[in-house]
């Protein structure tokens, strides 16, 4: 086989590997994450590294986040990886979907990712309500699912111009994945864009 035919042949598969779901009986969960599990309870068969979470119907802020999941040496861009992204509504509630039932408790704002050969993400939806009782800052919950059939949460996306978030609140970020507290910038359509890279692994007791 000639050496051009090996590239592309090298590239084919790894394209293929990036379409190919994980068998369930490979997913474990990587320590202690609760409700995790649910964010395969509805997954699509085939993900993209975008995706658009709320719908023009939907009360709220438009949001966009984006970003690069890098693998543990925080320089090379991790393919394959999917990211699971879920949130309250404009009001503050989990509020699910009609006929949602078995993942209700993440809400009818949900999605998932896969990130491309460049390793990106990104997704669209509205900006979260705080909690009715006000006691925690605005937030998205997300999860990480890498080839090896591995799952864990990392720390919650987290936006520097919440009132809410204190210092307090800022002291106890465990940086898992990386610093999740991401500055929002507003575009001139009026749509809030935020960018947050994550590292594969970081700051999550054993990682492997």
Not at 55 to 80: F, H, M, N, R, V
């Amino acid at each position: 086989m000639e050496r051009n035919d090996r590239r592309k042949m090298s590239r084919l598969f790894s394209f293929l590997l990036l379409l190919a779901p994980i068998p369930l009986q490979a997913q474990k969960s990587l320590g202690p994450c609760e409700a995790c599990e649910l964010m395969f309870q509805e997954m699509p068969a085939r993900l993209s590294w975008s995706t658009q979470i709320s719908d023009a119907a939907e009360p709220g802020e438009a949001l966009t986040i984006s970003g690069t999941i890098y693998k543990p040496d925080g320089k090379t861009p991790a393919a394959g990886i999917i990211l699971y992204v879920y949130h309250t509504d404009e009001r503050g509630y989990y509020s699910p979907a009609k006929g949602q039932t078995s993942s209700h408790r993440h809400g009818h704002l949900r999605g998932w990712m896969k990130t491309d050969t460049q390793g990106r993400y990104r997704f669209t939806t509205i900006r979260p309500g705080a909690y009715p009782s006000r006691r925690a800052a605005q937030h998205i919950h997300p999860i990480l699912l890498e080839p090896s059939g591995q799952y864990y949460y990392i720390d919650e996306y987290l936006f520097d111009d919440d009132p809410l978030l204190t210092a307090d609140e800022r002291s106890r970020q465990e940086k898992r994945g990386g610093s999740g507290i991401i500055h929002l910038t507003k575009n001139q359509q009026g749509v809030w864009e935020g960018t947050r890279d994550i590292i594969l692994g970081s700051n999550v007791p054993g990682y492997r």
